[in-house]
């Protein structure tokens, strides 16, 4: 079985950093991309940042270019976020996806369960 865990979610100041983890099970994702999307309450799921398989090429949201970052470990078969600088605005349940069907900031084939994070003001 497939699954997909976030970790590192929580609650943290405005300005803060706080760093997110993806651990994959059931097979290896070393060969595809994996992105982090975003939901707020009463808004719709965002594409927030997708990483090729081999890490070289890596894609952000306008909204979150410059403070988050996207990063991978393939023998740990795992995919993470550096947030920095986190603003009241970047508050929702993070997700993290693996295998996109087709474009990287669009649907995946695998999906977590999400994480909550809660930005202070």
């Known amino acids: 079985q497939v699954q997909l865990v976030e970790s590192g979610g929580g609650l943290v100041q405005a300005g803060g950093p706080l760093r997110l983890s993806c651990a994959a099970s059931?097979?290896?994702?070393?060969?595809?991309?994996m992105g982090w999307f975003r939901q707020a309450p009463g808004k719709e799921r965002e594409f927030v940042a997708a990483?090729?398989?081999?890490?070289?090429?890596?894609y952000y949201a306008d909204s979150v270019k410059g403070r988050f970052t996207i990063s991978r470990d393939n023998a740990k078969n795992a995919v993470y976020l550096q947030m920095d600088s986190l603003k009241p605005e970047d508050t929702a349940v993070y997700y993290c996806?693996?295998?996109?069907?087709?474009?990287?900031?669009?649907?995946?084939?695998?999906w977590g369960q999400g994480t909550q994070v809660t930005v202070s003001s």
């Open positions: 996806a693996a295998e996109p069907k087709n474009r990287l900031r669009e649907q995946y084939n695998y």
């Open positions: 059931g097979r290896t994702f070393r060969n595809v991309a």
């Open positions: 990483i090729n398989w081999s890490g070289e090429a890596r």
